[in-house]
């Protein structure tokens, strides 16, 4: 079974700053996808990344995929209270079935 | 338009009693997905549907039963609801099954709560 641990777990902090959770795993990603879940809602996809070195940035978020394609890291700078959520990473690990991770639960305080 | 819809929002029953939960997508897909968001909110695979077939059957006790009817609906029936069946049970749709490549996109949950 393949594991995919997220760190922290939660992270509290005050709008404006910046910020950077972690996604591992003991096994190779195929390819590794981050999603955002707003209170109440469902998870919504904000990158794929797929090549080992990667980084993709969407506004304030910066996405990388680790060289050995065993962790990925999301960086946010100058956090907002829109930002607040529960990040998930997700991969497949080359099969059909797509693996959540344990999740970051992000508070922003305004 | 909502692309993934889910009913009912949110489920309340006893222990022991059928619900089910029904899902549509209007996006076109050819795969769709029930997932379950426990407590932790750790979100886990139950099924998948691809053009109605079933392709994923997770580890999941056989109360559980999906049904499609066709591409653009997945519902999931339960029997003899039982106390740790409480949580949230996502639908989401992909344009085919190839897992990781591909965005899911997900309903609003339903909130299911066993008394």
């Known amino acids: 079974t393949q594991l995919l641990e997220q760190s922290p777990q939660f992270l509290s902090i005050q709008e404006g700053e910046n910020l950077t959770v972690y996604c591992n795993s003991s096994?190779?990603?195929?390819?590794l996808q981050w999603y955002r879940q707003e209170p109440g809602e469902g998870p919504v996809l904000l990158v794929t990344v797929v090549t080992g070195g990667e980084v993709k940035k969407l506004k304030r978020l910066t996405f990388q995929f680790g060289d050995a394609r065993k962790d990925s890291s999301l960086h946010i700078t100058a956090a907002q209270t829109g930002d607040t959520g529960l990040y998930l990473c997700a991969s497949n690990f080359g099969n059909e079935k797509l693996t959540f991770g344990t999740g970051t639960r992000l508070t922003i305080i305004p | 338009d909502t692309a993934v819809s889910q009913t009912p929002k949110y489920l309340v029953t006893q222990m022991g009693n059928d619900k089910s939960i029904k899902c549509e997508q209007n996006l076109g897909h050819d795969t769709m997905y029930w997932y379950k968001q426990d407590s932790k909110k750790f979100l886990k695979i139950m099924f998948s549907?691809?053009?109605?077939?079933?392709?994923i059957n997770e580890t999941v006790p056989n109360r559980f039963s999906p049904k499609s009817p066709d591409k653009a609906h997945l519902n999931l029936h339960i029997n003899s609801l039982e106390l740790g069946d409480s949580a949230v049970y996502f639908c989401?749709?992909?344009?085919?099954?190839?897992?990781?490549?591909?965005?899911?996109?997900f309903g609003p949950g339903t909130r299911l709560l066993v008394l």
């Open positions: 096994s190779v990603f195929s390819s």
């Open positions: 989401a749709s992909s344009r085919s099954a190839r897992g990781g490549t591909e965005t899911q996109y």
């Open positions: 549907y691809n053009n109605k077939e079933l392709i």
